[in-house]
């Protein structure tokens, strides 16, 4: 079946640290791969997202690449902020394509950014 | 982007009692809506596939009869958790998104059941 494994958290870092949080998944076939991020008090908002091998994803200074080799699409920012504080799911549609479809979920990483 | 929006954030209900759900889009009208369930430190799971004029398509080991869910127009899905008992409390959150965009969340809802 189709699943995702997310880094475990929480993850706490400094202001202006690397953040690289881990996303492996396993599907059939080609899937879509999402991130989204939860900030406190609110729903889940796409961040970034890949439809094919090496293509790159990016938002807000965050970064992740469709790695089909390892099935890995792991979430990189070179500086967080303490407004980055939130929870981020990575997500795959097994069925591919950008539509919003079934998703499938890792179990969250919380990051906390302090100044 | 698009607007999902979730009614109520929290409640607290008592065992054996009903709770209903509201998942709402402002700004778009949606045929399909998604409903997810997540437990603590856990994924978000798939419960249910709500479809505008017609039956939900439940997931495999949800029970239906549990998790009502009523899409009786283009802008409203209902989630009633009937006879709620505590293995019920979880963060049940709906998605939608006008066909072929991305996924839009609501703000989910906290169940409580005591």
């Known amino acids: 079946g189709n699943s995702v494994t997310q880094m475990e958290g929480p993850v706490t870092l400094s202001e202006e640290a690397f953040l690289t949080i881990n996303c492996t998944y396993t599907?059939?076939?080609?899937?879509?791969l999402f991130w989204y991020v939860q900030y406190p008090g609110e729903g889940l908002q796409l961040l970034l997202k890949?439809?094919?091998?090496?293509d790159k994803g990016s938002n807000k200074g965050f970064e992740a690449t469709y790695r089909k080799e390892t099935t890995s699409f792991h979430l990189e920012k070179g500086s967080v902020q303490v407004s980055d504080s939130a929870v981020y799911f990575c997500?795959?549609?097994?069925?591919?394509?950008?539509?919003?479809?079934?998703?499938?979920f890792g179990q969250g990483t919380i990051l906390t950014v302090h100044p | 982007g698009a607007v999902v929006s979730q009614h109520p954030s929290r409640v607290i209900c008592k065992s054996g009692t009903s709770v209903k759900i509201e998942c709402r889009s402002l700004?778009?009208?949606?045929?399909?809506m998604f409903w997810y369930r997540q437990f603590p430190k856990q994924s978000l799971m798939l419960m249910a596939t709500?479809?505008?004029?017609?039956?939900?398509?439940?997931e495999q080991g949800v029970e239906k009869d549990k998790f009502l869910i009523n899409h009786a127009s283009l802008t409203l899905s209902t989630l009633t958790v009937t006879s709620a008992h505590p293995e019920d409390s979880s963060f049940y959150i709906c998605?939608?998104?006008?066909?072929?965009?991305?996924?839009?969340f609501g703000q989910g809802t906290r169940l409580t059941v005591v």
């Open positions: 998605s939608a998104g006008p066909q072929g965009t991305e996924a839009f």
């Open positions: 700004d778009f009208q949606a045929t399909t």
């Open positions: 997500a795959i549609n097994p069925t591919g394509g950008t539509s919003y479809g079934k998703l499938t």
């Open positions: 890949a439809t094919k091998a090496d």
């Open positions: 599907a059939t076939g080609y899937p879509s």
């Open positions: 709500s479809n505008e004029g017609s039956k939900a398509t439940y």
